[in-house]
Nanobody, 120 residues
């Protein structure tokens, strides 16, 4: 139905910063929320942050105060600004889009994932 394209991942030193982007395709999308999960090697999947249509945000305790999620509604794009990066932030980051189909059906689509590696 829609396509989510992620970008911005890479290799960064501890204490550095990265900004991830996730752009959704399609017109006439009725978006409910957008957010980010991450999957670290050998660890459980963790929801990092999300932002609702009204602009409400929520963050995992592990990233609170360091990461900021934002959204450009005109471009159907969500961003994740990551500052003060730590070794434990190393993971594949996946964005998601929650949107309505028809009158009341809520769907979730996922991006392809982008690798973030924090290493000295």
């Amino acid at each position: 139905q829609v396509q989510l394209v992620e970008s911005g991942g890479g290799l960064v030193q501890p204490g550095g910063s990265l900004r991830l982007s996730c752009a959704a395709s399609g017109n006439m999308l009725r978006i409910h929320a957008m957010g980010w999960y991450r999957q670290a090697l050998g660890k459980q999947r963790e929801e990092v942050a999300f932002i609702t249509t009204s602009g409400s945000t929520k963050y995992a305790d592990s990233v609170k105060g360091r990461f900021t999620i934002s959204r450009d509604n005109a471009k159907n794009t969500v961003y994740l600004q990551m500052n003060s990066l730590k070794f434990e932030d190393t993971a594949v980051y996946y964005c998601y889009l929650d949107y309505f189909i028809g009158s009341d059906m809520l769907m979730r689509d996922w991006g392809q994932g982008t690798q973030v590696t924090v290493s000295s």
